[in-house]
C-alpha cells in the first residue's frame, strides 16, 4: 500500500459546535497523521475557487454561503491509501446514510452541514492541498 496525502476540511456546523477535537481524534485512531493544519474563515473567493467543480450544481450557492458562514480548519492527512481511509473514517455524504462510528454518522447535522470533507480521489487531493497550502507548511 502506498503512503498518501489528502485534504481534509472540518466544516463550520462543526468549528461552531468545538467538535475540532473530537475529529481530529477519530482520524488520528483510524491511522491517518495531521501533517499541515490551520484555522481560516474562508471569503466567498476561497470558497468559490475551491468549490469550482460544484458550480452547476444546486446546492453551489448555498454551499458557498455555509462554508464562508465560520471557521474551518484545513488540513492534509498522511497514511497508508489515505484518500480512501480519510473517506471511510468521515462516511457517506449524507449522514443518514453513514456508518455507525463514522464522524458523519456522530457529528454532521445533514447533508450539507456535514461536518468534514475529503478529498475525492488521489488527483483531486494533489490539487486540493496545492489551492490551500503551501509547501512548506506541510510537515511530515
Ligand atoms: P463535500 O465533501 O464538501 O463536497 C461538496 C459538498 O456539498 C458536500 O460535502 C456537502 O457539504 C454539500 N452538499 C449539499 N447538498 C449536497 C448534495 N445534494 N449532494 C452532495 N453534496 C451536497
Same mark, same amino acid.
Given at each position: 500500500?502506498?503512503?498518501? #496525502? ?14 475540532? !477535537? ?5 482520524? %488520528?485512531? !483510524? ?8 484555522? &481560516? #474563515?474562508?471569503? @466567498? ?5 475551491? =468549490?469550482? &467543480? ?5 446546492? =453551489? ?5 455555509f ?17 480512501? #481511509?480519510?473517506? %471511510? ?6 449522514? @443518514?446514510? +453513514?456508518?455507525? !462510528? ?14 468534514v ?7 483531486? +487531493?494533489?490539487?486540493?492541498? !496545492? ?10
Amino acid at each position: 500500500m502506498a503512503v498518501e #496525502r489528502t485534504l481534509s476540511i472540518i466544516k463550520p456546523d462543526a468549528t461552531a459546535r468545538n467538535l475540532t !477535537g473530537k475529529i481530529i481524534a477519530k482520524l %488520528e485512531e !483510524g491511522g491517518l497523521r495531521v501533517v499541515a493544519q490551520k484555522r &481560516v #474563515r474562508w471569503d @466567498e473567493a476561497d470558497a468559490a475557487a475551491f =468549490y469550482a &467543480v460544484h458550480k452547476q450544481r444546486p446546492f =453551489y450557492q448555498d454551499l458557498v454561503a455555509f462554508m464562508t458562514s465560520g471557521p474551518i480548519v484545513l488540513q492534509v492527512l498522511e497514511g497508508e491509501n489515505a484518500v480512501a #481511509r480519510n473517506r %471511510e473514517i468521515m462516511g457517506a455524504t449524507n449522514p @443518514e446514510n +453513514a456508518a455507525p !462510528g463514522t464522524i458523519r454518522k456522530e457529528f454532521a447535522e445533514n447533508i450539507e452541514r456535514n461536518s468534514v470533507h475529503g478529498s475525492d480521489s488521489a488527483e483531486n +487531493a494533489s490539487l486540493e492541498i !496545492g489551492l490551500v497550502f503551501q509547501e512548506s507548511e506541510i510537515v511530515g
